[in-house]
């Protein structure tokens, strides 16, 4: 599947978008990047890295940003078309910031998000 970074950017930031936002005022102290590939990992399609929110304490602070990555050419990989392209970034974005949240492995692919 072929599809501009530009266009790919896009569709993270329509994913984004697409959070509720009593739930995005929320989120504190993240970026969300999009790269090409994990090095270690290069199936992955997205990682969390950072202190979920329901694990800081009062001493969190003046720390760098929780990073949210996205990587294109790994979601680029298992789609097909550019619909499926749009909907795994939202189910991938979606995974990504519900860690930030705290929301582990087990309870995301009970909710369907797996």
Do not use: K
């Amino acid at each position: 599947m072929e599809m501009t970074r530009r266009r790919f950017e896009e569709a993270v930031a329509d994913a984004l978008d697409s959070i509720p936002p009593q739930l995005t005022a929320a989120m504190d102290n993240v970026v969300v990047l999009v790269e090409d590939r994990n090095p270690e990992e290069p199936d992955l399609l997205g990682l969390y890295e950072g202190v979920a929110l329901t694990e800081r304490t009062s001493s969190y602070g003046g720390v760098l940003p929780d990073r949210i990555t996205i990587y294109r050419d790994a979601i680029l990989d298992v789609c097909d078309d550019v619909d499926e392209v749009v909907h795994e970034v939202a189910v991938t974005v979606v995974h990504e910031v519900a860690h930030h949240f705290g929301i582990d492995e087990e309870t995301l692919r009970e909710l369907g998000w797996g």
